[in-house]
C-alpha cells in the first residue's frame, strides 16, 4: 500500500469543528442539531389534501438563545419539504425550542404551502449504531 501521511493536526481540527458545530463566515459558531418530528399533520394550501407525517429526521440550525433561569434556552430551525400529489412543492421551516438543555419541543411553523394541522413531536434524534 502506499498511502500519504496524513496531516493528525489537520484532522483533529477538523473533528472539534465537526463536533461542536460550523464556523461561519464571520467566524461566528453556527450550532446544529438533528431532530426527529413525528406525527404531523398539514394540508396542501393548493388541493387542500391533507397529509399525515411521515417522521422526519431534520437538520436544525440554532437561530437564537437566551438566558432563563433554568439555563439556556435555544430556538432552533429546520426544514422540511414534500411533494404534494397536485405536484405542488410544500415548504415548511419547523422551529424548535430546547429548554432545559436536551429538552426539545415544537416552538411553532413558517409555510407559504401547508396549513398545519398538528404541529409535530420533536426530540433528539438518536444514532443507532449497531
Ligand atoms: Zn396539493
Redesign the pocket.
Known amino acids: 500500500m502506499n498511502r500519504k501521511p496524513v496531516d493528525i493536526g489537520r484532522q483533529l481540527k477538523q473533528l472539534a469543528v465537526d463536533g461542536f458545530g460550523v464556523w461561519s463566515a464571520n467566524k461566528t459558531v453556527m450550532i446544529t442539531t438533528t431532530l426527529q418530528i413525528d406525527k404531523c399533520q398539514y394540508k396542501?394550501r393548493?388541493?387542500h389534501?391533507l397529509h399525515v407525517g411521515p417522521s422526519r429526521v431534520l437538520e436544525f440550525r440554532c437561530v437564537g438563545e437566551r438566558e432563563l433561569q433554568h439555563g439556556l434556552e435555544r430556538t432552533y430551525e429546520g426544514d422540511f419539504s414534500a411533494v404534494?400529489?397536485?405536484d405542488?412543492p410544500l415548504t415548511i421551516t419547523f422551529l424548535a425550542k430546547e429548554y432545559p438543555e436536551g429538552v426539545f419541543g415544537c416552538g411553532g411553523h413558517r409555510s407559504s404551502d401547508a396549513e398545519i394541522i398538528v404541529e409535530p413531536t420533536v426530540r433528539e434524534h438518536m444514532e443507532i449504531l449497531g
Request: aromatic residues 12%; hydrophobic residues 10%.
Open positions: 396542501c393548493w388541493c389534501k404534494c400529489e397536485c405542488q
